[in-house]
């Protein structure tokens, strides 16, 4: 989990938003993102998906 959210707060920072404006797109809080990019929270592949969308990315280039 912890790579996992790593590269999530990757490609976040990359695309230019914060925790927060990712949280709000996603229509989640700051804190659940600070709690997946810090691998304490557990995704599904529909939350994996929903990530990927806004950061117009393909969710195989979470695990590369």
Known sequence: LTALGKNIRNFR??????QEALG???KVDKAYISRIEGGKKNLTIKSL???ADVLSIEIRSFFS
């Open 49 to 51: 998906a929903k990530i």
């Open 13 to 18: 920072i990359n695309k230019g938003l914060s």
């Open 24 to 26: 709000k797109v996603l």
